[in-house]
């Protein structure tokens, strides 16, 4: 896979490369004709899906493709979530769902949530007794930056009173149970 920049030198193609007996062919399969947002790729964690990102400064989309290689060369698109205005978000697959990390519904700070892979109906993580975690806009001592899923937990990195900050943690799909602050 490759990105393409355009005469401003903004990425905003996605190519699929094939190797063949006559050399190789490319296929587009991504275009962003709008000249706020750039193109990127990357990997999830697990290494399962190629995840292409289309971001401004204020909104991000992300879409989807298996990266098995039986499936590769007829495999379609699939969007996380459509483009909303002002709603940024991160995204990195984790048994069966999306662990996302976004400033969704006006949050002043982003917040943890997951989905699964079939819609895109954000859910907040929660403790076993319900409370969200990572979601309280009248704490602005915590930010959550980034989370990186393992086999069996996964890892937030953020900040707490303005200090980096490690957090663990193990789910069973929206619910955090085991938490290590």
């Known amino acids: 896979y490759t990105v393409e920049v355009d005469d401003a030198q903004r990425p905003y193609r996605v190519w699929r490369l094939m190797l063949g007996d006559d050399g190789y062919s490319k296929e587009m399969i991504f275009e962003d004709r709008d ?7 990357s990997k999830t964690s697990d290494e399962r899906y190629l995840l ?4 401004s400064m204020e909104t991000s989309e992300y879409w989807y493709l298996p990266l098995d290689a039986a ?3 007829k495999s379609e698109l699939k969007c996380v979530t459509k483009r909303r205005k002002k709603v940024l978000y ?5 048994h069966g769902q999306f662990l996302i990390v976004t400033n969704v519904d006006d949050s002043q700070e ?3 949530m997951v989905t699964n892979m079939t819609d895109d109906n954000w859910v907040d993580v929660t403790t076993p007794n319900g409370d969200i975690i990572f979601h309280d806009d009248n704490n602005t001592d915590l930010l959550v930056e980034s989370v990186t899923p393992f086999r069996s937990h996964i890892v937030l990195s953020g900040r707490e009173n303005g200090l980096p900050r490690l957090w663990i943690m193990t789910l069973d799909k929206h619910i ?3 938490f290590v602050p």
């Not at 292409?52 to 971001?55: F, R």
């Open 52 to 55: 292409i990102g289309s971001e």
């Open 35 to 41: 000249e706020l947002f750039e193109v990127g790729i």
């Open 176 to 178: 955090a149970t085991s």
């Open 90 to 94: 991160d995204v990195d697959h984790y």
């Open 71 to 73: 499936q590769e060369s």
């Open 110 to 112: 982003m917040r943890l």
